[in-house]
């Protein structure tokens, strides 16, 4: 299967999943799903009964992608793999998504303080009869946060849109006293696994 440019969609409007596609060299055009507004969202990112973490993540990504690509066909854009991504924390089977204030905020660092807790990203390639999807799954331990450092770091816009409340390419990076797993995973797009996933589709990637 040969892809019709050099290009990718990115359903996705996390600037971190940006920087990182850059880094490898992946060109990409945003395809921006709708996220909230009078018609709600394109698609939900409510945690249904029951389900777990990992079946969650997977879910919401391949049902981005789904969606994405629909719309590259509605709207008769140039076919291009579209790829799309969700990240979620999990600690003590409970899943921490993006605080919705700095109560929230600080209760989620209070609960990652000295423990170590799962970041999981899944992401989602479809294109034409392509659609594959893939979970990593990281351990991050944190150091112990003294109140002092949680309320200085919730007093910066850098917790309020990220799962668990802190991002590791900001100054969250000094709580981390330990990774098991992929650094840009952590981030919101594993590498790795995202470059796996185009050249299956047939994305020329070295």
Known sequence: MKTADHKIYLASKSPRRRELLRQIGIDFELLLLRSDGPRGADVTEEVLAGESALDYVARVSNEKAAFAWDLVRRRH??????????????????????????????????????????????????YKNFAEQRTQVSQVRFGVLSPASIAAYCATPEPYDKAGGYGIQGSAALFVEHIEGS????????????????????????
Do not use: N, W
């Open 77 to 126: 854009l140039t076919p291009r793999p579209v790829l799309a991504a969700d990240t979620t924390v999990t600690i003590d089977g409970v899943i921490l998504g993006k605080p919705a204030d700095r109560a929230e905020a600080v209760a989620m660092l209070q609960q990652l303080s000295g423990r170590t807790h799962e970041v999981l990203t899944s992401i989602a390639v479809h």
């Open 183 to 206: 650094h840009s995973g952590i981030m919101g797009l594993p590498l790795y696994e995202t470059a796996q996933l185009l050249r299956l589709a047939g994305f020329p990637l070295p």
